[in-house]
C-alpha cells in the first residue's frame, strides 16, 4: 500500500492494476493497493481496516508493505525534525496495529 501518485493513472495503461474497494472509493484515490493474493488482501482489508488506514494522519501519505512475518510501516522520501518523531511513532504504531488486530 502506497500513496496514489499521477504515475498510477498511467498504469492500467501499461496492464497494471490497483486494488479497489467500490465501499471506500476514497481510499482508491488516496492509495494504491497491489499484491500477489487479492483474495487475501480483500480479506484482511475489512471497512473498518480501511476507515482506520483513511483516519491516521490522513495528510502523511503512509506506505505499509509486508514480507514474511514483517510489517513495515513508513513514509516513502520524507524527513522529519527530531521533535516530530513522537508523532510520527504514535502514527506508525497505529497503524501497525490496524494491521496486527483482528477486525
Not at 487475501?40 to 482489508?45: E, G, I
Not at 482506520?52 to 502523511?60: E, K, S, W
Request: charged content about 20%; proline content about 7%; glycine content about 6%.
Amino acid at each position: 500500500m502506497t500513496p496514489a501518485t499521477l504515475l498510477d493513472r498511467l498504469a492500467p495503461k501499461l496492464g497494471l492494476q490497483a486494488i479497489r474497494f467500490e465501499s471506500r472509493p476514497k481510499f482508491g484515490k488516496k492509495y494504491w493497493l497491489r499484491a500477489n493474493d487479492e483474495i487475501s488482501v480483500r480479506a484482511l482489508f475489512k471497512d473498518a481496516l480501511l476507515d482506520g488506514v483513511m483516519g491516521c494522519d490522513p495528510q502523511a501519505g503512509w506506505s505499509v508493505e509486508k514480507s514474511g512475518r514483517w510489517l513495515f510501516v513508513y513514509r516513502h522520501g520524507k524527513s522529519l525534525a527530531p521533535q516530530a518523531l513522537p508523532s510520527f511513532w504514535s502514527s506508525a504504531h497505529k497503524i501497525a496495529n490496524l494491521f496486527l488486530t483482528p477486525h
